[in-house]
């Protein structure tokens, strides 16, 4: 039974920076391509950042380009986000997914979930 359990979200000033962790049990990330994606109140689940299964490509939403950074490590079996530059509207509850598919950019293209993390960005 795979798992993915999100760590790291907490409140933060603006300008500031936080690491979300996500570690996997069940299964092993090399084998999926991962994704951090963002749900703030109101509106619908986001693409924030993606890697594919060897880590070899990542890609990002225009709104947080620059500013965050998807990596993993296998040994650990966790993919990270480095979000850095925060701003009040990445304020959200932060989900870590897995999909099968070479490249995981939509919600419906992710197999498993994590439970998701709070990050609140105060002004």
């Known amino acids: 039974q795979v798992q993915l359990v999100e760590s790291g979200g907490r409140l933060v000033q603006a300008g500031g920076s936080l690491r979300l962790s996500c570690t996997a049990s069940g299964g092993t990330i090399s084998s999926w391509s991962m994704g951090w994606f963002r749900q703030a109140p109101g509106k619908e689940r986001e693409f924030v950042a993606g890697?594919?299964?060897?880590?070899?490509?990542?890609y990002y939403a225009d709104s947080v380009k620059g500013r965050f950074t998807i990596s993993e490590d296998n040994a650990k079996n966790t993919v990270y986000l480095q979000m850095n530059s925060l701003k009040p509207e990445d304020t959200a509850v932060y989900y870590c997914?897995?999909?099968?598919?070479?490249?995981?950019?939509?919600?419906?293209?992710?197999?498993?979930w994590g439970q998701g993390t709070q990050v609140t960005v105060s002004s």
């Open positions: 890697i594919n299964w060897s880590g070899s490509n990542t």
């Open positions: 997914a897995a999909s099968w598919r070479n490249e995981l950019r939509l919600p419906e293209d992710a197999n498993y």
